[in-house]
């Protein structure tokens, strides 16, 4: 992991680091293959030809950059969730009530070939 990644996930806030490392770690069981770099000034998860972006923000965590269709059916279960066409606003609360698997069935969806 680029220097650059860590001293971000560093410097997340404490309230929202345990959701991030739970995003972050799912992310990497479902793609160990993933390049994890820092692009537009947050995380990003590279498998080839695809990219999932993860950002930490007030509200608890983002999730960027999957295409349309691409999300094993996340967006229509949790349209509360959806903020634009390929952003997903995660808070805390919101990830309580989720299991890793749905949660890993997205991110295998959005990074895979």
Do not use: N
């Amino acid at each position: 992991m680029e220097p650059a990644v860590r001293a971000y996930i560093d410097a997340i806030a404490p309230e929202h680091r345990p959701l991030f490392d739970r995003i972050h770690g799912l992310i990497l069981s479902a793609h160990p293959e993933a390049e994890v770099v820092l692009s537009y000034d947050i995380p990003t998860y590279r498998t080839a030809g695809r990219r999932l972006y993860l950002a930490a923000w007030r509200h608890g965590v983002s999730l960027y950059g999957w295409q349309h269709g691409r999300d094993a059916g996340f967006a229509a279960r949790h349209p509360e969730l959806l903020h634009g066409k390929a952003t997903i606003r995660l808070r805390p609360d919101d990830a309580a009530g989720m299991s890793d698997d749905e949660l890993r069935e997205f991110v295998t969806a959005a990074l895979s070939d």
